[in-house]
Each structure stands twice: as structure tokens, then as C-alpha cells.
């Protein structure tokens, strides 16, 4: 909506919300919907009704989405169980399906219970220029820069070490050490070792939270002035996220790929593409970043030599040395309902079973959603 009508409606819009006020408004940036698009929010009184138009603060989007990707995946459910008897004919894709609900298996990345496992605070600078993302390299450095950090920055960064290996001790001694560049123990002491301590589970109601991952990152809470928080590939400016990849000293074509994603709007697509190019990973690697700490994790492997894409790098240079297309029978089980040389059934053609790959929604974000939205409910 234009400024002239926000203002115009002040009042009512910072009367809506939870910890709301006439500041927040004026930097919210407001949606007029139909009301019926947002009924969850307005159920809870959190967005301002009037003649059938609900006015949504940016930051309330998400429930938008959701409510969207519901509706499309149980109508698509349905055309699924519809299409069931004419897909029993094909081989390929009746396997795909009764697996589809077991082919991701992901890591809510707490900290970690192995003791070799453990991170201490003298590991975070070299760890930060070898196997950080960059949301996680840039807090790392302002911390350093500043010894000081906003709220949204200690939750994101904070999490991200926990989920690291950071035990809780390790962690109070760390931030302490930064924090007290700038202020006297005991302001310290009342003002953030609560929090820290919050986020292990060891106050308030002793919820164990866990690491944020890319979608969170990227739909919930975006930076304002003097944050340094949030996911640089979505929320900093051009010239200054250009500065950062040439920093990281890789190559121009790199750099150029990260940016073309950027611009198109695929921030984890450019994450990945940046990991491969700070890990010198062959062009057809596969990889897709879903959490910092899978980041993290995946990088670490790489530099320890244990990771699955190296065995994907040395395969793609074998194929090319013998200029041979692998054949459908030696992909791994997961792929060759689509790519084997069976015939489709005489009522499907090739066209329908092909996916853009811009359209396809990762199953991991698929069950992001379900725990964003299980902790909401929590919450509430």
C-alpha cells in the first residue's frame, strides 16, 4: 500500500499484532489482500480488517504462502490418487511415490552429543574462512569488527554455533570475551547470558531450539538499518554482496553465476553455487544448501575427503574421459523412475513427466514448513 495510506491508518495497524507500535508500522511495508487469503492471521488479530481487505505486514507473508502451497499440494494429492490406476502401467513412476515420503531424511542440526565433535572458540576464526556460508561469515566478522551484536544477529549466529559443536560454557565464554570490549562483566552478565542460555534449553521453558535454516533465514525477520543478520544472497545490496564474493578470491565465472542466480531471485541456488566454488568442485556436482549448518557440514566432509560429491566429481571426469553417456541402469535407485528407457503408458507422454527445475520444491523446504508451522502452533 502507499505511504499515504499507512499513515492514514497508524492507529489501527499497531493496534493489530503481537508487541506491536506507531514506529514498527512506519517500517513495515504493508499488503492489502482479501480477507479470506488471510485467515489464519486474522483468527489470531494479528493483521487490521475493514471492508473485506485484510492489511498484511511484510513480515506476516509467510502464512500467505503456506496457505497457498497447502491448497496446490492437496489439489495436487488429489490428481495424484485420481491418475493412480493409469500410472500403475508405468514402472517408473510407482516406486518414485511409495517412496516419495522416506527420500528425505534431514538433521535439525542440536548441538551435537560427541565429544569429538566439539567446537571450541579458538576453532571459530579459521572455521569462519573455511566452512562458513556467508550469512554466517559476515556475523562472524562484524562480531570481531564491533564486539557487539543485535538480537536477530546473536539468535541466527548464536544457533549456528550451537549446531556446530559450541557447548553452552564454550559459548558464555565466547560472547563474553567479545561483549566485554565494549561493556563491564556484569552488564554482560544481565543484559545476554540469558539469552545464550535461553537458546540451550536452559531457561525460560527449556525448549532446546535449533539452528535456523535457509528458509527461515530468508522469510522471517529481514535486516533494518544497523543489522547484519538474514541471508546475503536475498537482503544486501548488489555492489556490496559483488565486494564480498570477490573476497573469497574466486573466479570471475563464478562470481558471475552467483550473481545471475541472485538476480533471478534463487538465493540458496546461489549459496550453492558459491560452495562449489569456494571447494573447487567439478561444474556438474550436484549440490543443493538447505541450513548453514548443512553448509558446514558438507564442507568439512570435503575438506576431510569423506564427502559423497567428491565421488560425484570423480564420476563426472571418468564419463568424460571415456565420452560415454552413463545409462540409466547404473543411476541410483532415486533417479531412474525418470530417466529410465522403459516406455510410458499409451495414455502419458515424455512432455508430462518432465519438471522445471525452477518449479520443483525441494522436499526439505517441504518439511521446514511443517516444523516452522508445528512451532507456531507451540508458540501460540
Request: glycine share 4%; net charge negative.
Amino acid at each position: 500500500i502507499p505511504d499515504e495510506e499507512k499513515q492514514a491508518l497508524i492507529l489501527p495497524l499497531s493496534a493489530c499484532g503481537f508487541n506491536n507500535s506507531q514506529a514498527v508500522v512506519e517500517e513495515q511495508t504493508y499488503f492489502k489482500v482479501p480477507f479470506t487469503e488471510a485467515l489464519d492471521l486474522v483468527r489470531s488479530r494479528r493483521v487490521y480488517l475493514t471492508k473485506g481487505s485484510a492489511y498484511v505486514p511484510r513480515s506476516e507473508l509467510v502464512s500467505l504462502v503456506l496457505a497457498k502451497f497447502r491448497a496446490r499440494l492437496s489439489h495436487s494429492l488429489s490428481v495424484t490418487v485420481r491418475a493412480l490406476p493409469q500410472l500403475e502401467e508405468d514402472n517408473r513412476l510407482i516406486p518414485l511415490l511409495t517412496r516419495l515420503s522416506r527420500q528425505y531424511e534431514s538433521s535439525d542440526y542440536s548441538l551435537k552429543k560427541d565429544d569429538t565433535a566439539r567446537i571450541s572458540p579458538q576453532q571459530l576464526d579459521q572455521l569462519s574462512r573455511t566452512s562458513y556460508p556467508l550469512c554466517m561469515r559476515q556475523l562472524h566478522r562484524t562480531l570481531r569488527d564491533t564486539h557487539h551484536m543485535k538480537h536477530f544477529g546473536r539468535m541466527q549466529y548464536g544457533l549456528f554455533i550451537k549446531g556446530i559443536g559450541v557447548t553452552l560454557e564454550d559459548a558464555l565464554k565466547f560472547w563474553k570475551s567479545e561483549f566485554m570490549k565494549n561493556m563491564d562483566g556484569d552488564k554482560f552478565e544481565k543484559s545476554y547470558s540469558y539469552g545464550i542460555r535461553h537458546n540451550y534449553g536452559k531457561e525460560g521453558k527449556r525448549t532446546n531450539y535449533t539452528p535456523y535454516s535457509c528458509v527461515k533465514i530468508i522469510t522471517t525477520n529481514p535486516p533494518g538499518t544497523g543489522d547484519y543478520h538474514g541471508c546475503p544472497f536475498k537482503h544486501t545490496d548488489s555492489g556490496l554482496l559483488l565486494q564480498q564474493l570477490q573476497a573469497l578470491r574466486i573466479t570471475p565465472q563464478s562470481i558471475n553465476e552467483v550473481m545471475l542466480k541472485v538476480n533471478q531471485g534463487h538465493p540458496q541456488i546461489a549459496c550453492s553455487l558459491m560452495f562449489r566454488a569456494t571447494h573447487n568442485l567439478q561444474e556438474d556436482v550436484e549440490l543443493s544448501i538447505h541450513h548453514p549448518n548443512h553448509y558446514f557440514d558438507e564442507s568439512q566432509r570435503v575438506i576431510a575427503g569423506s564427502s559423497s560429491l567428491l565421488n560425484q566429481s570423480h564420476t563426472a571426469t571418468s564419463s568424460q574421459m571415456t565420452a560415454t553417456q552413463m545409462s540409466s541402469t547404473q543411476l541410483s535407485q532415486s533417479q531412474a523412475p525418470i530417466q529410465s528407457s522403459s516406455q510410458p503408458g499409451p495414455s502419458m507422454n515424455d512432455d508430462d513427466l518432465m519438471m522445471d527445475e525452477s518449479e520443483f520444491i525441494p522436499l526439505a523446504e517441504i518439511e521446514e514448513i511443517e516444523r516452522s508451522i508445528a512451532a507456531q502452533m507451540e508458540e501460540e
